[in-house]
């Protein structure tokens, strides 16, 4: 396990201190790719015969790069991310699940304080309580993206990780499958974080997050532990907001005391008032000022070192909630409309004309874009949600 960890921390400190080596790759062919590959592999400690597993590598797949550079034609809105993951018969087997793993899953959180409705919420939406866990082979996958030079780096790390899980002897290269990007067994770690996080739970000696629930349990409530999950608190509820509300105070950078949220009339949903607890929350607009609003809270933050998207994280909050009884939320809008690629693109470009910086025009909503709409929304006297919406591109047309 020492070797392990030397390898994990050369490979660390070479991707965040050494210049990309990626115009040096750019010029090799794909075979000459591999065999340096190779050599430094070997370098770092990686077996010969774990090394065998590269001859069985071929060309890049072109699926796998169409999937890493593709855009959808439209943006999905939340309404609709939230019910292809959300539904009663998906909400039904994991209360079923729920009860026939109980005792495994009350042993994982007295260890690691993770609560078993959340932790079959993420089992959920990872892979579908273990049915879909993608059918790449990971080495192929990752090698394809590490040969690509968009994101060489980070992925010929995590490649090299790859290889030391293999020799290891965790699982076999050929058993080693998963998305197209590399993510791995019913959790979809990455390889670094199977190699930070990853935990035999039922003591065989390797760490099987494609099989073992043990293991699958014990890893993915490991990481939340270690990610800062609080295992006596919620991840967060729908509120209202009062009519006057600042939206400029929306968004996971802003972050205030129960009392402050309450003070700002803040209130439950159900238009009690917020319960009385030493917590800090931010006020989430997934569907922009006009669709629910919710307070979330730390373990909220927990869920997004996991996938680093609001939506991810309501997702899991809201089916864990489900899961435990809970109500579908109230108030999601009633015909909630897609912006296009074309349509964010134009709200870029428009937003850049008017000074108001939004980054390059790529037809993706980020933070730029985010806080140059919040900019706009406060000269034109629009609520500052921060959301790219249709109004918001009709003002900016007119």
């Known amino acids: 396990m020492k070797t392990a960890l030397k390898l994990f921390l050369s490979l660390f400190l070479a991707f965040v201190a050494i210049p990309s080596i990626v115009a040096q790759d750019a010029q090799l062919s794909f075979d000459d790719w591999v065999a340096e590959l190779r050599a430094e592999a070997a370098a770092l400690g990686i077996s010969e015969q774990t090394l065998l597993a590269l001859d069985d590598l071929e060309a890049p797949l072109e699926r796998v790069l169409e999937l890493d550079n593709s855009q959808p034609e439209f943006v999905q809105t939340f309404t609709r991310y939230l019910n292809l993951r959300v539904t009663n018969a998906q909400v039904s087997r994991g209360q079923n699940l729920l009860q026939q793993h109980a005792l495994l899953l009350e042993e994982v959180r007295q260890r690691y304080g993770v609560q078993p409705h959340y932790l079959a919420a993420f089992w959920a939406i990872e892979s579908n309580f273990g049915r879909a866990t993608g059918g790449f082979s990971v080495l192929q996958a990752l090698a394809t993206l590490a040969y690509d030079p968009r994101r060489a780096d980070f992925f010929r790390n995590e ?19 998963g998305s197209w990007a590399g993510a791995m067994g019913q959790l979809q770690f990455m390889p670094s974080i199977f190699f930070l996080h990853g935990i035999d739970g039922d003591g065989d000696g390797r760490i099987d997050i494609w099989n073992s629930l043990p293991d699958i349990f014990h890893s993915a409530a490991n990481f939340l532990s270690k990610s800062g999950w609080q295992g006596d608190e919620r991840w967060g509820r729908e509120v209202l907001l ?12 802003s972050r205030k005391s129960l009392q402050e949220w309450s003070d700002l009339g ?95 025009p790529d037809g993706r909503v980020g933070r730029m874009t985010r806080a140059a709409i919040r900019a706009y929304q406060e000269q034109a006297e629009l609520p500052m949600d921060g959301y790219a919406s249709h109004q918001v591109l009709d003002t900016l047309r007119n």
């Open 159 to 177: 490649l090299l990780t790859a290889l030391q899980i293999i020799d290891d002897g965790h699982i076999a290269a050929q058993a080693m499958s």
């Open 242 to 253: 009062p009519n006057n509300f600042d939206y400029s105070l929306s968004g996971t950078r």
């Open 266 to 360: 803040v209130r439950h949903v159900s238009g009690s008032p917020l319960p009385i607890a030493d917590m800090q929350g931010s006020v989430i607009l997934p569907a922009g000022a006009n669709g629910p609003a919710f307070l979330a809270y730390g373990n909220f933050r927990a869920t997004m070192t996991y996938n680093p998207s609001t939506f991810y994280a309501l997702t899991v909050g809201h089916l864990a909630d489900r899961f435990s009884g809970g109500s579908e939320i109230v108030n999601m809008p009633e015909n909630e409309q897609a912006m296009s690629l074309a349509d964010v693109k134009e709200l870029q470009e428009a937003l850049n004309s008017r000074g108001f910086d939004s980054g390059e």
